[in-house]
């Protein structure tokens, strides 16, 4: 199949979607034009613009096999009790990852483990990460390194290919409507309390990978529950057994490498996707670049009940997440090491 009828396709099925928008962590930010940056960033001659075409066709149909058999081993194995499906899932991301041609770096370690209910029952406290957002690139990468399910916005389960993978994959789908924040609430802690790590996005939009964007603090209220007056009407809802409250990771991710070359400001366009960008040509373009990699550092966790209050806890966790990406966006070699605290 030609390089042409590829591109076609993909643009069909991810640019003219109607009325979605990207999850909670990957969702349509305010509409702002894209940098002029990212129009041609290197002239290419026709020879090398066939060469690109090809080896993106072929990551393409790579992606296109690959996926439909591994979720549909995977939904396989959802009946099954224990973290086996867990773990699949890491390995779906992390293949989709290696035909997309992007390396992965991680500097620190994660706090938590694979998970599981045996896991809670060891007195494993869960983990909730939170990272940088500035492209759908998130996603797989953070997903290929951390034993986690993803908090995202109802919209993407009718995304091509990312739906599919996201929801097999046990993802978190909530809303912006009020009468089921409740409901999508008590699906976090409950999923928390017996064995899955969350990962979400507190920007709550993408950036252009150039800064890092206040953290909201009410992606924090399921690590730390309110407190309810002793006079005040009780709440029907879940909670965490004593002493398995979850912890906070901070996540630094940034995508530091193109071409065997670090990135530059006029260079992030080909990973971010933010502001008035289609979805089909992005995901074009970057499959026709070789050599990329997305670095990720993983930051000291933060205990909920050391905090006075959210904003205070994701003013921390903001704090750690901001000064380590602009660490690697400088490409600073003393970086390993570098924690939250320094």
């Not at 953290?215 to 407190?227: N, V």
């Not at 490498?257 to 040509?281: H, S």
């Not at 000064?323 to 690697?328: I, M, Q």
């Amino acid at each position: 199949m030609s390089a042409a009828l590829f591109r076609n396709r993909l643009t069909g099925l991810m640019s003219r979607r109607e009325g979605s928008s990207p999850p909670k962590g990957l969702p349509r930010p305010e509409r702002h034009s894209a940098p002029q940056g990212h129009v041609a960033l290197n002239p290419a001659t026709p020879a090398r613009r066939w060469s690109e075409s090809v080896c993106a066709s072929l990551r393409l149909a790579g992606v296109v096999v690959w996926v439909p058999l591994s979720v549909g081993f995977e939904a396989l194995l959802l009946p099954i009790p224990g973290v086996l499906k867990i773990r699949w899932t890491r390995v779906i991301w992390g293949v989709l990852c290696k035909l997309l041609d992007l390396d992965i770096k991680v500097i620190g370690q994660p706090a938590g483990t694979v998970g599981g209910q045996k896991g809670r029952d060891r007195g494993e406290r869960p983990v909730i990460y939170v990272a940088n957002h500035s492209s759908w690139l998130d996603i797989p990468v953070l997903g290929t390194k951390i034993y986690s399910v993803f908090v995202a916005k109802g919209d993407i389960e009718r995304w091509p290919i990312m739906g599919l993978v996201s929801k097999i994959g046990r993802t978190i789908f909530v809303s912006r409507n009020k009468s089921t924040t409740g409901r999508e609430r008590d699906e976090m802690i409950t999923r928390l309390a017996t064995g899955d790590n969350l990962i979400l996005f507190p920007e709550g939009t993408s950036s252009d990978g150039s800064r890092v964007l206040p953290f909201m603090s009410t992606f924090f209220a399921i690590a730390k529950l309110p407190r309810i007056p002793k006079n005040a009407p009780q709440i029907d809802m879940p909670s965490y057994p004593a002493g398995l409250t979850p912890l906070i990771q901070p996540i630094s991710l940034v995508y530091d490498r193109l071409e065997g070359l670090p990135v530059t400001r006029t260079r992030r366009a080909v990973f971010a996707w933010y502001g008035d960008m289609d979805l089909g040509p992005h995901v074009w373009q970057f499959l026709k670049k070789r050599n990329k990699r997305a670095t990720i550092l993983l930051h000291h966790p933060l205990a909920p009940e050391d905090f006075p209050s959210r904003k205070a806890l994701a003013n921390a966790a903001w704090s750690a997440v901001a000064k380590g990406a602009a660490r690697l966006r400088q490409n600073d070699e003393t970086v390993h090491g570098w924690h939250s605290h320094s």
